[in-house]
Structure formats: structure tokens, C-alpha cells
């Protein structure tokens, strides 16, 4: 995949809300590090500073705001 001309690999954005907020959504009751890490790529990458994680599991959805240029 390509974003603004760059290559970033076999990953793919799932939404990019009002070319401002990468938004990447799980099916997963919360989140690994590789999750995390993977938005942090996506926000250097795509020069964006605001990205949501979403997770959905049977019972309720969880969410983790995730700031490019934040150390998590």
C-alpha cells in the first residue's frame, strides 16, 4: 500500500476520517502492542497525529487515542 506516494507495506488503513484521524479497528476484546505499534506506522507514515484503535468484542467496544510522536 501506498499513502501520499510512500510504500508502507502489505498493511492497509482501514479509514482515514476527514484526511485528519486514522481510524484501525479490531475484532478483539483489547489490544497487543503490535495494535499499537501498527497505528504509530500509520500516523509516521501518513504524517497524521490523531489515531483511533477500536476493538469490538461480544460484549462491548474499547477504544486507545493514539498521538503520532507520543512514546507508548
Known amino acids: 500500500m501506498a499513502v501520499n506516494g510512500i510504500h508502507i507495506g502489505d498493511y492497509f488503513i482501514d479509514f482515514v476520517i476527514d484526511e485528519k484521524i486514522v481510524l484501525e479497528i479490531k475484532a478483539t476484546p483489547r489490544f497487543s502492542r503490535r495494535d499499537v505499534l501498527q497505528v504509530i506506522r500509520y500516523l ?27 512514546d507508548h
Open 44 to 70: 509516521k507514515t501518513t504524517g497524521l497525529n490523531l489515531g483511533i484503535l477500536a476493538g469490538f468484542s461480544r460484549k462491548e467496544l474499547i477504544y486507545k487515542r493514539i498521538l503520532r510522536g507520543y
